[in-house]
Every structure is written in structure tokens, then in C-alpha cells.
């Protein structure tokens, strides 16, 4: 299973992104994708999940109203569109799918078993 995610930039503080992230060599459509970020000095963080069908969406406390997760199965792709951004939005961001099994919750970065290799988002004041 391969992810490569791209995206990332500079962008002034109240500004939008979209990260996209494009799955190959899985079945797109049997697991469910996320999204993460990791802060120099900080734990990785819960950002956004999807479930396999794209029925439920879930996103961390930070991001709740702000961004938006999607899936294109046609594509193979995750998005996540990232609106009225802030500072402390600035982080290298993550996709993720997740394991056969559901052994965590979706928020849970155990829950994930292949990873890309991160695109950095980086939001000025």
C-alpha cells in the first residue's frame, strides 16, 4: 500500500488549503482513511477520519467546523480541505488507512497501519 500526500504550503492566518492524499495497491474501498498532525515537539494528532462507504466523517475538537475530510473512489484519493486556518494549524499532516480490524477507534493512530509521508502546512500571523 502506498499514500503519497501533497498540498501542504504557506499560507496567511484565515486562508485554505486542500490536502489530498492518493492510495494505491489496496482496495480503496474497504477501509476507512485519516488524517493526522505532528507539531516539532508534540505528539501526532487526531485530525480527520471517513469510514470505508464515506457515511460517517469524525474530526478532532481543533478542527470541528473548520475542515472537511471527503473521499474519491474513483480516484483512489482522501481530501481534506482545510478552511480559516491558524497558526497553530502549522504541522507536518498525515494520511493514514486503517487496519484490517478495528482494534482502536478511528481517532487512535494505532487504529492506522500504512502512512504517507506527510506534507507540511505551515500558517503565518
Known amino acids: 500500500v502506498q499514500l503519497q500526500a501533497s498540498g501542504g504550503g504557506l499560507v496567511q492566518a484565515g486562508g485554505s488549503l486542500r490536502l489530498s492524499c492518493a492510495v494505491s495497491?489496496?482496495?480503496?474501498?474497504?477501509?476507512?482513511l485519516g488524517w493526522f498532525r505532528q507539531a516539532p515537539g508534540k505528539e501526532r494528532e487526531f485530525v480527520a477520519a471517513?469510514?470505508?462507504?464515506?457515511?460517517?466523517?469524525y474530526y478532532g475538537d481543533s478542527v470541528k467546523g473548520r475542515f472537511t475530510i471527503s473521499r474519491d473512489g474513483a480516484k483512489g484519493s482522501v481530501h481534506l480541505q482545510m478552511n480559516s486556518l491558524k497558526p497553530e494549524d502549522t504541522a507536518v499532516y498525515y494520511c493514514a488507512t486503517e487496519r484490517t480490524f478495528r482494534l482502536y477507534s478511528l481517532d487512535n493512530p494505532n487504529q492506522y497501519d500504512h502512512w504517507g509521508q506527510g506534507t507540511q502546512v505551515t500558517v503565518s500571523s
Open positions: 495497491g489496496h482496495t480503496f474501498s474497504t477501509y476507512a
Open positions: 471517513i469510514t470505508r462507504n464515506g457515511g460517517s466523517t
